[in-house]
């Protein structure tokens, strides 16, 4: 039987700079597996770097706030909008 796996994390943080400032030292470290992109469901901006274990973080802020009162379901056939893009330039769908 195969063993469930923790695919990665994800940390909000506050604000656009903050994101910009930790992808300039991922990339300084040759840490970022998957760059810049934007979700479609939460609208969160990020990117995913790499832990020294081998996880794999999402770093990125801006999502939508949801109301539960008024929110409606909806049906996203894509995880990103735009970017998420590997290394070799492949679009990433998560």
């Known amino acids: 039987m195969d063993s469930l796996k923790l695919q990665h994390i994800m940390l909000e943080v506050e604000d656009l700079d903050m994101v910009g400032s930790a992808l300039d030292r991922a990339q300084a470290a040759d840490v970022v597996p998957i760059g810049l992109g934007r979700h ?20 990125g802020c801006g999502d939508k706030t949801i109301d539960n009162s008024t929110h409606k379901i909806s049906i996203y056939t894509s995880g990103t909008t735009w970017g998420h893009r590997s290394l070799s330039g492949e679009a990433i769908d998560h």
């Open 40 to 59: 479609g469901n939460d609208e969160m901006l990020s990117f995913h770097t790499t832990a020294p274990s081998g996880l794999l973080i999402e770093y």
